[in-house]
C-alpha cells in the first residue's frame, strides 16, 4: 500500500467516532526528490572508505595519512569539501577540535579530539532554528581501551556516520530557511564525549536547536541468537518527560501529573513527528517509536543533549547482532565475529536515512512554532477551544490542530485551519490536542501542546 493511503487508511480505522474531516497529507514534490537520490551504493562506498582506516578508535593515531581516526576524520571531512563546492556557498565543513586531559576512566592520556561538522546555513537570516543529525565515527574491539587493532565499525557506528554523508551529499544541493548541521562525532565509545562538547556548545553558544537526531546502529537486519530477519522497521528511542526535569526549579513536575503530559515531551514529540514524516517518505519502513531513551547496558549521543534539556531521540535498527558489535575480529565454533561491511542490509541503511532526510527536510521546510497555544478550560463544558498566534518566522499556509486519545501513541486527527483558533465538538478532558504551523508547501513545524488557560 502506497504510504499516503497507508496513512489514510490509519486515520480512518482509528477507534474515533469519524465526524470531523479528514486530511490527506500529500508528499511535498521536493522531499520525495532528495528522498529518491539517496544511495544504497554509495553509503556502501561510505562505509568501505570508514572501514578502511584499519581503526577509529579515539586514542588512535591521529598523524598516520592511513591509518587511525586523524585519517579517518581529514577523509570525512574532504567529503563536507567536496559537498561544499555543489551548495553555492552555503555549505561550510569544519572539525571542531580541542584536547582532553585523561579523566582515569576511558581516557588515559590527554587525547587531540576532533568532530567532524558541515554547516548548511538557512536561506532566511531570521530563522535562526538549527537541526543537528549526527553519528559517531569512532569504532572499538571487546576492550574499549584497545586502540591498535583492527575495528572496522562498519555498523556501529559506520552506518551512521555514513548516513550522515550521504544526507550532507543530497541536501547539500538544496536551500531550507533553517540551518541543518551534519556531524561525524568522535569519543563515543569512551563516554559520549564529542556529543558532551557539541551539546554544550549549543548551550553556551545559545543555539535555537530544535531536534537532534542521532543514528547509531542501523544499518544491519538481523538478530543473533532469536535468528530475525526483518527490514522494515526502524526503532526509535524517546525518552516521555523533559531530559532536564529533575534540574527544574519551577512547577513543572505538578503540570506535568496535573494534566497528564508524560507523554509528550521533547524527545517523545519528536520521535511521534519523525515516525508521521518519515513513514510518508519511506516506502516498506515502520518506523516503530520505543518508550524509552536507550537500551540497557548501552548510551547513546543523544543522550548528552536529552540532559540539557532538548529535544534529541535515537535511531537504531529493529534487531541487533551482538556477534558484530564491539567485537575483537576472529572466529570461534564456526562463528564469525567482528563488525565488518559484509555482514550489513545497504537498502536497509538507504531507508533509515531517508527517515531522516524527511524528518529534517520537513522541518527545516516548515515555519517555526504557532506561539501562546493555549486551551480554554475556564467553563465545564463538552467541547474544546483552542487559541494560538502566528509563529515568529517563516510563511504559513494555515495550522494543523492534532487530536488523539489519550492513551494512544500518536496523533490520529489533523483538522485543518487558516484561522487563529478552533473549537471542536470534542470534550478537552477526553483528548490531547496539539497545533502545528504549516508551511505553503505542506511541511508541518513540530507540535506544541496548549497551555491551560485557568481565568
Ligand atoms: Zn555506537
Redesign the pocket.
Known sequence: MNKRYAFLFALLTASLPSVAQTIIVNRDPQIADLVSQLSADSLRSHINGLVSFGTRHTLSTTSDPKKGIGAARQWILGKFNQYARQSGGRLTATIDKWTLSADGRRIDKPADMGNVMATLKGTDPADTRVFIVQ??M??RVTNVMNRDADAP?AN??GS?TAAVIELCRVMSKSQFPATIIFVALTG??QGLLGAEHLSERAVTEKWNLEAVLNN??MGSNNSNETNIIDNTRLRVFSEGLPGNLLKDTTNRISQIRQFGNENDGKARSLARYLKEVGERYVDNLEVVMVYRNDRYL?G??HTPYVQRGFAAVRLTEMNENYNH?HQDLRTENSTEYGDYPKFMDFDYLRKNTAVNLATLANLAKAPTVPQKVTVDVRNLTNSTVLYWQAPQVGKVKGYYVLMRETYWPFWQKKFFTTKLGMTLPYSKDNYYFAVQAVSEDGNESLPVLPVPNLR
Open positions: 553519528g559517531h569512532d569504532s565499525g556501529d557506528d551512521g563515543e565509545e547509531d546502529i548501552r547513546g549521543d558489535q
